[in-house]
């Protein structure tokens, strides 16, 4: 069997990755501070025997006994007002952490993948954002300290790969949804099925003519799992094109959710980027992947997992 690590695990994305590697046979080892994770994510998996759990922050010297085939490197703060609020954990899981796998994967001799952002491209001047675009990024303004680790983890990850020929892969994601985010992670999509639920109006920030794409979760998960096992070493962008206004979102949202609360209007955080588009004809070439869940679907679904929730957790997600 093979066996790999899943840094990250209890959060969004990792813990849906760690479902889907069990799921395909492998023995997953998950790692995670719980900083912006949490453990009910994964509760469901530590009565498997091809799962363990280490409680570490890979920021800090990070060591797994036995064998290693892959490593997924996911740790990191992913939502505006976690990384604004936890700014050199942020730097430093982006570049020490980073470093810190690299090295692991080299001693092991594993594969390595790690999750850069569509955020690298910044308030980008191409539209839609490809691969080659180098991106337009403040590196001093606040956004800039997840951007620019980011930046640097994909730096240092090429520089593996050229100087020590180390296996290595780096997806670029795009705004990605689904159950398991967190309710009060101010993304937007907890933000507005929150509101809509407690009977709060919806927050849009500045006119609601920036633009973002979404992609359902089990989407970018086959998209990652694809790129890591294919033999391609460049970035990739992995994300839905469909791309709509956050105005526009907001209001079906309102449909979606039956709500009679109004749409009202905050200002703008800075540097947020004005228009976001994957162009994944890489993707499709070399991967042969392409989104499946339309976002009404994946919105029913995303819904459905919220609904769910408590009336104490929802209460918590209040700000
Ligand atoms: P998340 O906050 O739900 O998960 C991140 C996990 O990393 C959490 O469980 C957190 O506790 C853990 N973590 C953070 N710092 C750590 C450290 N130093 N040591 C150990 N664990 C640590 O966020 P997510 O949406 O699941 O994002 C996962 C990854 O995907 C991140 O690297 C993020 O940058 C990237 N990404 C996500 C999106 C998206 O739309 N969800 C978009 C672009 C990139
Ligand atoms: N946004 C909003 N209201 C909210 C939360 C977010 O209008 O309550 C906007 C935000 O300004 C951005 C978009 O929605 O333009 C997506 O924000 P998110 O934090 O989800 O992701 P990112 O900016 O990283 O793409």
Redesign the pocket.
């Known amino acids: 069997m093979k066996r790999i690590l899943i840094?990250?695990?209890?959060?969004?994305?990792?813990?849906h990755l760690c479902d889907k590697f069990i799921a395909e046979g492998y023995r997953v080892v998950g790692?995670?501070?719980?900083?912006?994770?949490?453990l009910k994510?994964i509760n469901h998996l530590f009565k498997n025997e091809n799962f363990e759990f280490y409680h570490?922050?890979?920021?800090k010297f990070v060591h797994v006994a036995g064998q290693l085939d892959y490593i997924l490197?996911?740790?990191?703060?992913?939502?505006p007002i976690?990384y604004l609020k936890i700014p050199i954990?942020?730097l430093?899981?982006g570049s020490l952490?980073t470093h810190n796998l690299l090295g692991l994967a080299k001693e092991k001799n594993a594969r390595i993948l790690i999750?850069?952002?569509?955020?690298v491209y910044g308030d980008p001047l191409v539209h839609p954002q490809t691969e080659e675009y180098y991106g337009n990024v403040n590196t001093i303004g606040p956004r800039g300290v997840?951007d620019e680790a980011?930046r640097f983890q994909e730096s240092i990850t090429m520089a593996y790969h050229r100087f020590h020929g180390l296996e290595t892969r780096i997806v670029?994601?795009?705004?990605?949804?689904g159950p398991?985010?967190?309710l009060n992670?101010g993304?937007v999509i907890p933000a507005f099925i929150g509101q809509a639920l407690r009977g709060e109006d919806l927050t849009v920030f500045g006119e609601g003519d920036q633009t973002r794409s979404f992609?359902y979760v089990d989407d970018?998960v086959d998209g990652i799992y694809k790129l890591l096992l294919s033999d391609y070493a460049e970035p990739v962008n992995i994300g839905n094109p469909h791309e709509i206004t956050i105005k526009d979102f907001a209001e079906e949202i309102i449909k979606l959710t039956g709500t009679d609360q109004k749409i009202i209007y905050k200002p703008l955080p800075k540097d947020d980027p004005m228009q976001r588009q994957p162009d994944i004809s890489r993707a499709k070439e070399i991967l042969g992947w392409e989104p499946k869940v339309n976002r009404a679907e994946g919105m029913k679904i995303t819904y459905d997992y919220f609904k769910s929730l408590t009336d104490e957790e929802l209460r918590k997600s209040e700000h």
């Open positions: 840094t990250g695990a209890a959060g969004f994305l990792g813990s790692m995670d501070n719980l900083i912006t994770g949490d994510n570490h922050d890979v920021s490197h996911f740790a990191s703060p992913a939502s976690d954990q942020t430093k899981v952490g999750a850069s952002t569509s955020e997840y980011k670029r994601i795009f705004n990605t949804y398991r985010m967190r992670d993304r992609c970018q």
